[in-house]
């Protein structure tokens, strides 16, 4: 028989996969590569890397070859590929021996459909493969194999020998890094010239992009949590310390949290990253070495309590959230200090003008008065036609005011401590401060001492940093941070130069926009449970059963049966088999306890406005008729609820009833005007027509 082969991908991605449709770049790079050539996939963190190969692997002949950096990674693929049913092993120095061994005799015997390896194992295997059938190889993560990108892995360059030792079998190179330098050299690394390169947008539009001033922060945090306690987030901090302190910050008001840095040993770490992969420890405060070789893929929130030095930093790391593609938040406090503290760090290295042009670039990030995710891909070469709609500046514009008088004062200050201080200093002197490093140098006895007392010190430090991203004044990082005035300054001073300042959002405002994230149903915290208690059964992690996402589909649609499970997004054949029953019987027992406690048309009702089920699947889920459950709307109608139950039938329709009632012989039964409107109005309908027409 002969099937489209479209149509023939679309089924193999619904029945192992369980999805519906491809993500952007899928289907042309699967495409690509079953047409046997060599490719270059480059797509962000959750745009679906790894089924770019694996769909591939299930559609042709043999065994693929992928070979992964990280052994954790590997294994969560392995897992993941596993509870979709699919043959599928890894290969690498971790495992016993005997393992070793049987995984070798499945490969040999034709048993897998793919074959995870560390590149360091690759040599060991080299004769068997020289004797099997293989599909395709995958490099995942290929930048590892640049020594321009951050994680340069010498293993990667013993992959250079894979096109020439198997000049036939395409090849697929894949990586989430956005450097232009790296992307180019993979291919010549690979000796993979000709491969075609395909290339996703790096926009991540579920993440909500939030920076705020670094001030109170741990009030803001614990804020933050009241709303989202219950999801799993990533907090980082520049320093152990910080981590440590912030956590049992966290601990002591009930939340449960776990530090994560370099100096806890092995087995520590590894057990703080496994509760938090599987759900136990919802919230790891942590040092940026974490969160490298995770694949969790319902992190839902990432703080950063420090500015990340660079935008590739940030972006990686914000990047761990979200990856189901469903809504995530993301905050970054923004300090001064923790700039001061970054250029340290950088002018100390010895890449000095490369660390600081990077982190100027991330200083404008976080200042930004325009849409953030401009900005944002903008750094990465990427142009937003529109602004996103989803960052804090998005949500709540700033408006702007007239800071002539402000700007004016802020330089005179600065003039008068011949651009001798930093900024701290200048605040003091503008608010009169009384300290002792002010009086220590005489500083109550200039003119303009106190001159913007009335303006929160906060507020102020806010308007300066306004005024140095405007060019009106500068700063001398290399000596002490102090502040210059510019040309810009001069004219501000002498020639009456207006200048324009946005208002500071406070806080409090911030916090009532935010509002707006959802509160999650009932149904989903049994569903959650529910795929923790398998989860923990499987000895695996919960978004392996099955991530959010497909939690939520459930949540939406409510199936009833095996046949409307099969139709939920991330059910394919296995899953469906292995825990359709389980999810439809909480999902059952979900609607039933609606069932039980409520007169019938409520619940009906209930089912409708709350529950979003349409009214045949009310019908279906309660045993009733449809035109039942029309007649429970009617009652709550009548009953004076707040209902619009308009919707359900057109003013024409009502007009024809209406006609009708005054054309039939006997007008009081509903039976005439079923045969007089031929069967087509059903009875639920007459009788609200002839409510709604009377
Ligand atoms: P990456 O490796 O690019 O970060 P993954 O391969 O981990 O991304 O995929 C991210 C998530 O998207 C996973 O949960 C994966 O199952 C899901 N996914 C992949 N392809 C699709 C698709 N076509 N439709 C829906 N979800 C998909
Ligand atoms: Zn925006």
Redesign the pocket.
Known sequence: METNPQQHLLTL?KTH?G?????PN?EEIIQNLLNKNDTIAI??????????FQLPALAMEGTAIVLSPLIALMKDQVD?LQANGISANFYNSSQPQEIQQQVLQDLQNGNLKLLYVAPESLPQLHFILNTIKISLFAI?EAHCISSWGHDFRPAYTQLKSVREQFPDIPLIA?T?TADRATREDIATQLAIPNAKTFIASFDRPNLYLDVRPGQNRNKQILDFLKKHSKESGIIYCLSRKSTEKLAATLSSKGYKAEAYHAGLSAEKRSAIQDDFVNDTTPIIVATIAFGMGI?K?NVRWVIHYNMPKNIEGYYQEIGRSG???LAANTLLFYSFADVIMLRKFAEDSETKEFQLAKLERMQQFSEALSCRRKVLLGYFGEHLLEDCGNCDICKSPPTYFDGTLIAQKVCSVVARLKEQEALGMVLDVLRGAQNTQVFDKGYQNIKTFGAAKDIAWRDLQQYAIQLLNQGILQIHFHENGRLLLTNLAKKVLFEGKKVRLANIVQETEKLKVEKISHKRADLFEKLKTLRSKLAQAANMPA?IVF?D?ALEDMEHKKPQNLEEFAEI??VGKAKLEKYGADFIKVINRHLDGLETKLPSHERSYKMFTEENLSPQKIAKVRGLTVDSVYGHFLKMYELGTDFDIKQFISTEEIQQIKVAKETLENPDALKPYFEYFEEKLPYWKIRLGLYLGS
Request: net charge neutral; with cysteine.
């Open positions: 991605l996969f999805y519906e449709k491809f993500l899928q797509m962000p963190t959750g745009g679906g890397k790894s089924l770019c993941a995942d894949l989430a694949d893929s990856r189901d593609r978004y991530s996402a997004s991330g």
